[in-house]
């Protein structure tokens, strides 16, 4: 008898609105378009946080720390209105404004410590992914798509996200809205 579990990677990132991961599928179409192939390219929009790899025991423990989070998390409004092309890095990416990024920030951190255990590969800065892996031609066309490029949302959800190996991507199995409620003394002890 097998009684080894089946382990997978998945990804917990900040999840953005549906018009949001809208534009961005449009702003990737546009590149696509101009610079052709591209990692990234089927992606949908999102803020990485964390990535692991668990089996479903591990994977039960992941979500009921992020419920744990988002009980209390605050809600507010980001904005995203600085598209960052970058040769060293071979990415495409838009980045927070400078009232957002404090915000972002802070939630990524303490999400991490959250979720941190032996497993977790931290994500990096706050920023949407346009585009991966880019060669130094494919950047240079892309520089002159756009003058000014702006997303905004209201930051109030987090998704678990499961590679599907036949894709070659991940999906979403599972969202967290935040709830903006205090916790009272009886469940700072349940909780902890």
């Not at 390219?41 to 692991?52: C, D, E, L, P, Q």
């Not at 060669?135 to 930051?155: M, P, R």
Request: charge should be positive; aromatic fraction near 12%.
């Amino acid at each position: 008898m097998n009684l080894k579990l089946n382990r997978d990677w998945y990804s917990v990132v900040v999840y953005p609105h549906p018009e949001v991961i809208n534009e961005v599928a449009v702003i990737k179409d546009k590149f696509a378009a101009k610079i052709g192939w591209y990692a990234s390219r089927n992606s949908k929009a999102h803020i990485t946080v964390i990535a692991f790899i668990a089996d479903q025991y591990e994977l039960a423990f992941y979500i009921r720390q992020i419920e744990k989070f988002c009980y209390s998390q605050k809600q507010q409004e980001v904005v995203f209105d600085q598209l960052s092309l970058s040769k060293f890095s071979r990415a495409a990416v838009m980045l927070p404004n400078d009232s957002s990024k404090p915000y972002l920030n802070d939630l990524l951190k303490r999400l991490r410590k959250q979720l941190k255990t032996s497993q977790t590969i931290n994500g990096s800065n706050a920023h949407i992914s346009i585009g991966r892996k880019l060669s130094s031609s494919q950047i240079d066309l892309a520089e002159s798509l756009y003058s000014h490029v702006s997303l905004k949302f209201n930051c109030d959800t987090v998704a678990i996200r499961k590679f599907i190996e036949t894709k070659g991507q991940f999906e979403v199995i599972r969202t967290f809205r935040f709830l903006e409620k205090p916790f009272n003394d009886a469940q700072h002890l349940l909780f902890n």
